[in-house]
């Protein structure tokens, strides 16, 4: 059984960069499962894959947020990471972490002055 855990700071205020941290345990980090994955979603929208980090450590974004995204792992921790930077309100949203196919319960981050 696997189980993932997001963790980091609920407000983050404008400019700055978002750093989240998932957790992972049960189950095998690298082995059984292909992708880890962070999708995110803003007040009255639906779901938005940010993007994911493959199991050789590859990286894939959302096109629209490329350019502000960064996704790693830390393998002796179970461990990987999201950090947005230079957000806006806009990026307020519940963020998850998810594998091909559990989900973690989801951390809100709130982006403000």
């Known amino acids: 059984q696997v189980q993932l855990q997001e963790s980091g700071p609920g407000l983050v205020k404008p400019s700055q960069t978002l750093s989240l941290t998932c957790t992972v345990s049960?189950?095998?980090?690298?082995?059984?499962?292909?992708?880890w994955r962070w999708i995110r979603q803003p007040p009255g929208k639906g779901l938005e894959w940010v993007g994911s980090?493959?199991?050789?450590?590859?990286?894939y974004y959302n096109p629209t947020l490329k350019s502000r995204t960064s996704i790693s792992r830390d393998t002796s921790k179970n461990q990987f990471t999201l950090q947005l930077s230079s957000v806006s309100p806009e990026d307020t949203a519940v963020y998850y972490c998810?594998?091909?196919?559990?989900w973690g319960q989801g951390t809100q981050v709130t982006v403000s002055s």
């Open positions: 049960g189950g095998s980090f690298t082995t059984n499962y292909y992708y």
């Open positions: 980090i493959a199991y050789s450590g590859n990286t």
């Open positions: 998810a594998s091909v196919e559990y």
